[in-house]
């Protein structure tokens, strides 16, 4: 009987989601049915007499200017069209030119065409399709994404976003990663940038990722969020804050608000939306192209933007959002074994869709409010029991790994470190509520503790049978220790003549060496560490009478600088200081054995030479006055000399004109 309850039960829940599931499908064929089909192209002319012209496979639309550019892969060409009336105004190249043209862009007056394991570059009318990938990275190029001096190019087979120089053409750095995560890559269709975030579809992952400016994955839109899921997204484009989806394999376009919740759907319910294989889609102000590829057509259809009751049909979203979340979560309550009842909140849903069908907002905006309200509440209950079961979970694997972590000795196994980052990354989850993703990390954990148990009891056991050769190593270490510090005592005594004994200290270290070879480790231990005792007493010994010596050589010298100093100064008369030379050397031979002496030696010899200076300046100072006093006299009699001789000769040249102007005078009598 209780087994009947349960299935029930769950029939129950299976009838009430796929109801859900209704309700929202129904909401985007009838509130949403925003589209109006314009009219179609084949590729053909009305003047032309032929179908060479017509579409193969239209996948690639790009609007540049006044001129659509349509890539058709199974033809192997590029399409220049006239997007308002419609016609073809000519082709790119020729027939030749490409082998499979896919999803193009522009930039810089550039058209770029992935097409396989190339890109084709066009530079407009009159110029020639040029190559410039031969021998890249990439196989088969499905779109391309120049920004600036970076080119990103998805690639189809290798699963991967590639990055490449603008500039030099070159291979720079795999931008997003292929592998089976989200926000890895399989089969990456077209790549587009939006106010800051890329936008990747993947066919075969059937989903849109998200990643922000450093390519970081931030999310993926087209799973579970309003019982809408791609089954092969192909091309995309970004308009109206809309991200528009050609979902292939369904035949239908998906349009979804830029936090991933689809707005509205154009497939068979819209005239002409009867699509096979849609490829590409591309957004012209309200104008919506569609690269029909099964079809061989290029459709347009008009967007209406202001169909339904914006407030009402944002309050029906964000009910959606909430019981959708709630689903999600009552998933993740099962795989944790977790009880937990479907809500009410799913049939409030489906009435407020309903309501707002025939037009009654206001009940419909009651209804959706009441179902987030309680889907809200059934949420929080359900994730705090979700969380405290993940940190049951791992509070239990935590503690089956504690006694292991306890006996190791050395550094725990990888897998102990795998655990406790994958511990983290469940309490990152848990903090920024991703459930999900939690308890998948949470349901792994036994596995991997009992893996990381595995790998400590084979540690142990590796530690168990190192041990014995680890005690030898260690037992010849500190015989090598010893007999080193043994050597270097016997150096450094010698160096600052000290004597010591140590045949004591080699006896022990000969003993413990015997004690080694016969395995005695007590013994060993017991007269290696008696040996290192001893040469320790004489290391300290050594090493404070090393510090005076070094000291008392140091103001030695520091004396012998002064002295010599005082001494290279210049006087009249330099005495000798031959005896405080011989002091200073006698006081460095001393320092040796008496440090304290040595070095009032040495200041008594620099004392000794500054008072003989002092006495030898003072005697100088004499002898150079006495020279002074001397060479004085010596000028004044010089002066005096002078002065005599200069009065003598005055004197006789007076004497000489008395005589002259007597012998005048006489002869002057005469002649009269």
């Known amino acids: 009987m209780g087994k009947g309850k349960g299935d029930a039960c769950l029939a129950g829940v299976g009838l009430m989601r796929a109801f859900a599931v209704f309700a929202f499908l129904a909401f985007c064929a009838s509130s949403f049915a ?54 073809r105004t000519g082709m790119i190249g020729s027939m030749r030119s490409f082998d499979s043209p896919l999803r193009m862009a522009y930039s810089g007056g550039l058209l770029y065409i992935p097409d396989g394991a190339k890109i084709k570059v066009w530079e407009g009318a009159g110029s020639e399709v040029l190559d410039w990938s031969q021998g890249s990275n990439f ?62 579809s993947d066919s075969a992952k059937k989903l849109i990722f998200v990643y922000n400016e450093s390519f970081g994955f931030l999310g993926s839109i087209g799973r579970g ?23 292939a394999s369904a035949n239908r376009v998906v349009v979804f608000s830029l936090d991933g919740y689809p707005i509205e759907v154009l497939n068979a319910s819209t005239p002409e939306g009867n699509f096979s294989y849609p490829e590409g889609v591309m957004v012209d102000g309200e104008r919506l192209f569609v690269a029909d590829s099964g079809n061989r057509l290029l459709k347009v259809f008009s967007i209406n933007l202001s169909v339904g009751n ?27 074994s977790l ?136 037992m010849l270490a500190r015989m090598a ?43 060993f231990n017991r007269t290696i560490s008696l040996a290192i005792l001893e040469i320790e007493s004489f290391e300290a010994t050594v090493s404070s009478s090393a510090g005076e010596i070094d000291s008392a050589l140091s103001a030695i010298s520091s004396a012998e600088a002064k002295m010599n100093e005082t001494i290279s100064k210049p006087v009249l008369l330099a005495p000798d200081f031959s005896e405080e030379r011989r002091l200073v050397a006698q006081a460095r031979e001393t320092a ?31 002898v150079a006055a006495v020279l002074i006093v001397v060479i004085m006299i010596a000028v004044l009699a010089a002066a005096f000399y002078l002065h005599l001789l200069r009065r003598r000769a005055e004197a006789e040249k007076k004497r000489a004109r008395q005589d002259k102007k007597a012998r005048q005078g006489q002869e002057s009598r005469q002649g009269g």
Do not use: C, W
């Open 225 to 247: 969020r309003g019982s809408i899921e791609l089954l092969s997204p192909r091309g995309i484009d970004i308009a109206h804050e809309r991200l528009y989806v050609a979902d």
């Open 34 to 87: 925003s589209f109006s089909f314009l009219y179609s192209f084949n590729g053909s002319n009305p003047d032309d007499n032929s179908d060479y012209f017509q579409f193969s496979r239209p996948v690639g639309l790009l609007r540049v200017g006044a001129s659509l550019y349509v890539s058709d892969a199974g033809k192997g060409a590029v399409y220049v069209v006239s997007p308002q009336l419609p016609n």
């Open 310 to 336: 914006d407030s009402v049909r944002a309050s029906i979203l964000s009910a959606n959002y909430s019981v959708s979340r709630l689903l999600e979560l009552q998933a993740v309550a099962s795989k944790l």
């Open 339 to 474: 009880p937990s009842d479907p809500s009410s909140s799913i049939e409030d849903l489906a009435a407020a869709q309903q309501d707002y069908d025939h037009f009654l907002f206001s009940s419909a905006s009651v209804l959706a409010q009441r179902a987030s309200q309680k889907a809200e509440s059934d949420y929080n209950a359900l994730a705090q029991a979700v969380e405290l079961k993940v940190r049951r979970i791992v509070k239990e694997q935590q503690e089956r790994l504690l006694p292991y972590r306890s006996r190791l000795s050395g550094k725990p196994p990888l897998l102990f470190s795998q655990f406790d980052n994958k511990v983290a990354d469940i309490n990152a989850k848990l903090s920024s509520k991703s459930y999900s993703a939690a308890a998948e990390a949470a349901l792994s954990l036994p596995n991997l503790a009992s893996q990381a148990i595995a790998s400590a009891e084979s540690q142990q056991k590796e530690e168990m049978e190192r041990k014995e050769g680890k005690v030898a190593k260690e």
């Open 481 to 523: 220790d010893a007999v080193g510090r043994l050597d270097a005592l016997k150096q450094k005594a010698a160096q600052y003549r000290q004597p010591i004994n140590t045949s004591l200290s080699e006896a022990l270290i000969a003993e413990a060496n015997r004690s080694a070879r016969e395995g005695d480790l007590q013994s």
């Open 139 to 200: 196989i088969r190029a499905s779109s391309i994404l120049p920004e600036g001096e970076t080119v990103y190019i998805s690639d189809l087979d290798r699963g991967k976003v590639f990055a490449y120089s603008n500039s030099t053409r070159g291979y720079s750095r795999v931008a997003i990663e292929s592998g089976p995560s989200d926000g890895f890559l399989s089969s990456p269709q077209q790549i587009k940038k939006y106010k800051g975030r890329y936008f990747v």
């Open 592 to 622: 040796f054995s008496s440090p304290a002496l040595a070095v009032k030696m040495a200041q008594d010899a620099q004392k000794s030479a500054e008072r003989k200076m002092e006495e030898a300046r003072a005697l100088s100072v004499a």
